[in-house]
């Protein structure tokens, strides 16, 4: 059964690093979402990509955040410089076409720990 | 605007007895329902969605759930509870006129069964 990827799946950096987490969704897959959930909080929207670019984006995902598709298959979210804050299970999703009546196909999540 | 609450951040239950997972939601639009399931160290797992129509919906596993708009609720319940049942699971809802798939979780309920 096809599955949304997460790389990696731990991952441990000092404040003020740059973080890459990757994630490759389903391949025939359009829209593209990265979730977030602080550890004991909600699950956060952070930002949707669809067709090479943002198509929405949350309070949460300010300058420091960025996505890119760089190939045809990963999609990566780039934390700048970390923050303490930003210790968190990051979550990637995709699905096949817009709508929102569809399910969301979610990885099984990268766990950011910032020191 | 949406949000969606979780009574009861844990719930524990023995096998074999009712499970009952409180969501209520608030929309300024009709909502899309959405309850989620995540086992330990796994990805979200749709369990059921409302969108139109019947407004019990069953999922996978037993579960259902009932939109009831008056309450503006999205109970989940199974008739009886199994081990392999202990999760965490997310309520969510989407906007009807959120092409974009964004969801807004509720803050979670994890779900322990006893022997």
């Known amino acids: 059964e096809p599955e949304v990827t997460q790389t990696p799946s731990h991952q441990v950096t000092q404040m003020g690093q740059e973080v890459i987490l990757r994630c490759v969704p389903i391949s025939n897959h359009l829209y593209f979402y990265w979730y977030r959930q602080i550890l004991g909080q909600k699950v956060e929207f952070l930002v949707s990509f669809y067709n090479n670019e943002i198509s929405e984006k949350s309070e949460i995902f300010d300058d420091q955040f960025s996505v890119e598709r760089p190939d045809g298959s990963n999609f990566t979210l780039k934390i700048r410089s970390t923050k303490l804050e930003d210790s968190a299970m990051y979550f990637c999703a995709s699905i096949a076409v817009g709508g929102n009546t569809g399910e969301l196909f979610f990885g099984e999540g990268s766990r950011l720990t910032v020191l | 605007a949406q949000s969606v609450t979780q009574l009861g951040s844990h719930v524990s239950v023995s096998e074999g007895a009712l499970v009952l997972l409180r969501c209520n939601y608030s929309?300024?639009?009709?909502?899309?329902l959405f309850w989620y399931v995540q086992y330990p160290n796994q990805g979200l797992q749709l369990l059921l969605k409302y969108t139109t129509g019947a407004t019990l919906v069953k999922g996978i596993n037993g579960f259902e759930a009932e939109f009831k708009k008056s309450e503006t609720s999205f109970h989940l319940t199974k008739p009886s509870a199994h081990m392999s049942d202990a999760a965490e699971y997310f309520c969510a809802v989407s906007g009807r006129n959120n092409a974009g798939n964004m969801l807004t979780f509720g803050g979670g309920t994890r779900l322990m069964v006893k022997p």
């Open positions: 929309s300024s639009v009709p909502p899309y």
